[in-house]
């Protein structure tokens, strides 16, 4: 399996395990379901600009969604 593969099948299988996480009404507060769907959320487009550019820093690609998420949310 090729690695540009890979990161798409784990970028589809965490999107159901991000909303499950997100929106069940189990164990734990409110707070630690937004935490654990933010997480996900954040994983996922991780995942997905490797699957662009595999070639890429992890490292780099990281803080540059950590920033481009945080942009988003303060407009």
Do not use: N
């Not at 399996?1 to 999107?15: D, G, H």
């Not at 654990?36 to 969604?65: D, N, Q």
Request: glycine letters at 6%; proline letters at 3%; one cysteine or more.
């Amino acid at each position: 399996m090729s690695y540009r593969v890979a990161l798409l099948v784990c970028a589809i299988a965490i999107l159901p395990i991000g909303y499950i996480a997100r929106f069940s009404q189990g164990f734990g507060a409110e707070w630690l379901h937004d935490l654990s769907g933010s997480l996900a959320y954040e994983i996922f487009w991780i995942l997905l600009v490797m699957v662009c550019f595999p070639k890429a820093s992890l490292t780099r690609v990281a803080i540059a969604v950590f920033f481009a998420s945080c942009a988003i949310e303060f407009l």
